[in-house]
């Protein structure tokens, strides 16, 4: 490849509005490499070649004429195959009876990355509506980490975290209903955020009120921090198609320049509720130090609220009720019954998350905002005093690709449930904020941590996550880098 493919998107976009890099090269780079190294992660489910290199000419006739150019003009991304769409592309929603569906849409996320000059180069994998923590479905099979090709990326944005942490595009988007950015981004050793509710508009069609109440959220996943918070700068604001959409109340670009001494975090390793693996804690709790003895106070708290029985029943009911929900749409649009039809393409996990979502109470459904909004409580409380809260990411390192769920973690015995081993979705529950960076590895397994801040304090996140980069920086673990 002619230009190095971890190269960081604020860099490449650089690079190309002063003309040396041309955009053309760069997008024909990006898409040879995905060509050659297309097995190593089966991180993408559609490469829409012809469509990216008219993009890339029409991108060099730009800098060529002295046209104004975007902050992402030339820089190649890829975009999950869920929330985000492109008209005329396939969109399968990691689906195999989906497998020739086609998008007769741009979605506004794609619409503005496409406005600031990026360039997309495919869709990225994820299991069925993105539904679970590991990614693999029965349309193109499992998507791999980089780092060891028999664990998988997590999910349910892996492909879009395998093929940033494989070189293969320079940014990449993501959804997150229970920690669908976070998990792939502590697998793959990239960075993510899960932004406030709102903050990033999704039109959500037919049903623009889907979700409702602070729950699932679009974002960007990138390797760097600065690259993070200039996609956030283009995805985040008001949009009319998107009822509870906000206007952007920061500019965050230059959140990244903030200092590690201006910071006070508070640091949980278990969220006084999940047992975690000894490694990660050490892995966790070194990346702290180093935040720490570059100036950062850094004090260890304790989180209240509801137990993590009650937590999980919440989630359960609102995030099942959700999957439920988006198959009856998908059904009456189309005159079909998915369950029914074609269970035989669908993965087991899909079918019993959606049947249990079909049996729910509405009553059942709304009270459980009670055990949220006593969890939300919990996490303001531990937030009192500091700028954000710290834990890590899951609770061992990726798993392979089909290994069951931990029964046991650190010799205390789980139920074998995705919520066991994620600490990443009761996050979900509240709307706060999450940025997601990489820690360290175990070995040679990546090992992610969670950056919680309040509700629209994304700049506080940002400016922790960098200070984190600074000081225990992560660019050269990609094995290919």
Same mark, same amino acid.
């Given at each position: 490849?002619?230009?190095?493919?971890?190269?960081?998107?604020?860099?490449?976009? /650089?690079?190309?509005?002063? $003309?040396?890099?041309?955009?053309?090269?760069?997008?024909?780079?990006?898409?040879?490499?995905?060509?050659?190294? $297309?097995?190593?992660?089966?991180?993408?489910?559609?490469?829409?070649?012809?469509?990216?290199?008219?993009?890339?000419?029409?991108?060099?006739? =730009?800098?060529?004429? *002295?046209?104004?150019?975007?902050?992402?003009?030339?820089?190649?991304?890829?975009?999950?195959?869920?929330?985000?769409?492109?008209?005329?592309?396939?969109?399968?929603?990691?689906?195999?009876?989906?497998?020739?569906?086609?998008?007769?849409?741009?979605?506004?996320? @794609?619409?503005?990355?496409?406005?600031? $000059?990026?360039?997309?180069?495919? +869709?990225?994998? !994820?299991?069925?509506? %993105?539904?679970?923590?590991?990614?693999?479905?029965?349309?193109?099979?499992?998507?791999?980490?980089?780092?060891? /090709?028999? #664990?998988?990326?997590?999910?349910?944005?892996?492909?879009?975290?395998?093929?940033?942490?494989?070189?293969?595009?320079?940014?990449? +988007?993501?959804?997150?209903?229970?920690?669908?950015?976070? +998990?792939?981004?502590?697998?793959?050793?990239?960075?993510?955020?899960?932004?406030?509710?709102?903050?990033?508009?999704?039109?959500?069609?037919?049903?623009?009120?889907?979700?409702?109440?602070?729950?699932?959220?679009?974002?960007?996943?990138?390797?760097?921090?600065?690259?993070?918070?200039?996609?956030?700068?283009?995805?985040?604001?008001?949009?009319?198609?998107?009822? #509870?959409?906000?206007?952007?109340?920061?500019?965050?670009?230059?959140?990244?320049?903030?200092?590690?001494?201006?910071?006070?975090?508070?640091?949980?390793?278990?969220?006084?509720?999940?047992?975690?693996?000894?490694?990660?804690?050490? +892995?966790?709790?070194?990346?702290?130090?180093?935040?720490?003895?570059?100036?950062?106070?850094?004090?260890? @708290?304790?989180?209240?609220?509801?137990?993590?029985?009650?937590?999980?029943?919440?989630? $359960?009911?609102?995030? !099942?009720?959700?999957?439920?929900?988006?198959?009856?749409?998908?059904?009456?649009?189309?005159?079909?019954?998915?369950?029914?039809?074609?269970?035989?393409?669908?993965?087991?996990?899909?079918?019993?998350?959606?049947?249990?979502?079909?049996?729910?109470?509405?009553?059942?459904?709304?009270?459980?905002?009670?055990?949220?909004?006593?969890?939300?409580?919990?996490?303001?409380?531990?937030?009192? %005093?500091?700028?954000?809260?710290?834990?890590?990411?899951?609770?061992?390192?990726?798993? !392979?690709?089909?290994?069951?769920?931990?029964?046991?973690?650190?010799?205390?015995?789980?139920?074998?449930?995705?919520?066991?081993?994620?600490?990443?979705?009761?996050?979900?529950?509240?709307?706060?904020?999450?940025?997601?960076?990489?820690?360290?590895?175990?070995?040679?397994?990546? @090992?992610?941590?969670?950056?919680? !801040?309040?509700?629209?304090?994304?700049?506080?996140?940002? *400016?922790?996550?960098? /200070?984190?980069?600074? =000081?225990?920086?992560?660019?050269?673990?990609?094995?290919?880098?």
């Amino acid at each position: 490849m002619s230009t190095d493919p971890f190269r960081s998107a604020s860099d490449l976009a /650089a690079a190309v509005r002063s $003309g040396d890099v041309s955009p053309v090269d760069l997008v024909d780079s990006y898409l040879d490499r995905i060509e050659s190294r $297309g097995d190593h992660t089966t991180a993408f489910v559609t490469v829409v070649e012809e469509s990216a290199r008219e993009r890339a000419r029409e991108a060099e006739r =730009a800098v060529e004429a *002295g046209e104004y150019l975007g902050p992402l003009h030339g820089v190649p991304v890829a975009i999950k195959d869920l929330a985000d769409a492109k008209a005329g592309v396939r969109h399968t929603f990691g689906m195999k009876p989906l497998a020739d569906n086609v998008a007769d849409r741009t979605t506004v996320g @794609v619409e503005r990355l496409e406005a600031a $000059g990026a360039i997309v180069v495919g +869709t990225t994998n !994820t299991p069925e509506l %993105g539904h679970t923590v590991r990614t693999l479905n029965e349309l193109v099979g499992p998507t791999a980490t980089p780092f060891d /090709a028999d #664990y998988n990326a997590g999910g349910s944005s892996g492909g879009s975290a395998a093929a940033l942490a494989d070189g293969l595009c320079a940014l990449a +988007t993501g959804s997150d209903v229970g920690g669908s950015l976070r +998990t792939p981004a502590a697998c793959c050793n990239v960075a993510s955020v899960k932004p406030t509710f709102g903050l990033v508009p999704r039109d959500a069609r037919p049903d623009a009120f889907r979700g409702h109440t602070p729950f699932g959220v679009l974002g960007p996943m990138a390797r760097t921090v600065d690259d993070l918070a200039l996609a956030l700068d283009v995805l985040a604001g008001q949009d009319d198609r998107d009822p #509870y959409s906000v206007p952007k109340p920061d500019e965050y670009a230059d959140a990244t320049d903030a200092s590690a001494d201006e910071f006070t975090v508070g640091y949980s390793p278990d969220l006084d509720r999940f047992p975690v693996e000894p490694a990660v804690r050490e +892995t966790v709790g070194d990346a702290l130090d180093a935040l720490s003895s570059a100036g950062a106070t850094v004090e260890e @708290v304790s989180v209240g609220g509801p137990e993590r029985g009650d937590l999980v029943y919440a989630y $359960g009911v609102t995030a !099942t009720t959700l999957f439920a929900t988006v198959v009856r749409e998908m059904n009456e649009a189309r005159g079909m019954d998915l369950l029914a039809d074609h269970a035989e393409d669908l993965s087991p996990t899909f079918e019993q998350t959606v049947r249990m979502g079909q049996g729910g109470d509405a009553v059942e459904y709304t009270t459980r905002d009670v055990t949220r909004t006593a969890w939300y409580d919990a996490v303001e409380d531990a937030l009192e %005093g500091n700028d954000a809260l710290v834990c890590p990411a899951l609770a061992t390192p990726p798993l !392979t690709h089909d290994e069951p769920l931990p029964t046991e973690i650190d010799g205390q015995s789980v139920g074998g449930l995705p919520m066991d081993w994620a600490l990443s979705w009761p996050f979900n529950l509240t709307g706060h904020p999450v940025v997601t960076v990489p820690a360290g590895l175990v070995d040679g397994l990546p @090992v992610g941590l969670q950056i919680v !801040t309040r509700r629209f304090d994304e700049r506080t996140g940002l *400016g922790i996550a960098a /200070a984190f980069e600074d =000081a225990n920086p992560w660019a050269d673990r990609y094995p290919d880098a």
